[in-house]
């Protein structure tokens, strides 16, 4: 089955600057990838997810970077604000199969 | 819109009792669904999946169950609750990007 690797566990940055979380993913028939943000007690929230035939999508502050090749996609989050502060998930599926995620990275964002 | 409903929202249950906690999803039909449990502090675990009425598919091994009597229910069951069964579960629904239940905390004492 899929596996997904996230990192890093956790991200301290400071307010304003930019964060970076890398995923990699094992199973190359894998062509969906979304990325969702948890914050504490609360359901996931899908915040943005990229397909196997696209190589980048961006949102206002958020973009996220697939490469099929290395078979490793990275969420990118410019000029971050408090209310960024969250676990944020990685995940990869294929066809009907179930989304298999990655354990989490806990961002931090310093005032 | 489709809206999708989880409940109870908590539960503290003693160990060898029961379970069952329900998801139902409106404004869609045939909805895929999706059980996953979460441990504090962790990541998200597929316990179960189904593509329709009396399909279910499952991803781990354990003392759970899963059922899917109607088109939009989705039901998971214990016979049996473990310690090692509390966690939060959070039904899903979706083909691609999926939309979350808010959340059962279950803990078992």
């Known amino acids: 089955g899929e596996n997904v690797e996230q990192h890093p566990s956790t991200l301290s940055v400071q307010e304003g600057d930019s964060a970076v979380i890398k995923c990699t993913y094992s199973d190359s028939a894998s062509n969906y990838f979304p990325w969702y943000k948890q914050e504490l007690g609360k359901r996931p929230q899908l915040i943005i997810d990229?397909?196997?035939?696209?190589g980048e999508k961006k949102d206002q502050r958020i973009a996220v970077t697939l490469n099929k090749t290395a078979k490793h996609f990275s969420l990118h989050i410019t000029e971050t604000q408090p209310e960024d502060s969250a676990v944020y998930f990685c995940?990869?599926?294929?066809?009907?199969?179930?989304?298999?995620f990655g354990k989490g990275t806990h961002l931090i964002i310093q005032p | 819109s489709q809206t999708i409903h989880q409940w109870p929202a908590t539960l503290v249950q003693p160990v060898g009792s029961p379970l069952s906690l329900e998801c139902t999803v409106e404004?869609?039909?045939?909805?895929?669904l999706y059980w996953y449990r979460q441990a504090a502090g962790r990541g998200l675990q597929l316990l179960f999946y189904?593509?329709?009425?009396?399909?279910i598919s499952s991803e781990v091994p354990q003392n759970l169950s899963a059922s899917r009597p109607q088109d939009r229910q989705f039901i998971l069951s214990s016979k049996k609750l473990l310690l090692s069964d509390s966690g939060f579960y959070l039904c899903?629904?979706?083909?691609?990007?999926?939309?979350f239940g808010s959340g059962t905390r279950l803990t078992v004492v």
């Open positions: 404004g869609t039909s045939n909805p895929n």
């Open positions: 899903a629904w979706g083909m691609s990007g999926y939309t």
């Open positions: 990229i397909r196997s035939n696209v």
């Open positions: 189904s593509v329709g009425i009396g399909q």
């Open positions: 995940a990869a599926k294929q066809g009907a199969d179930g989304l298999t």
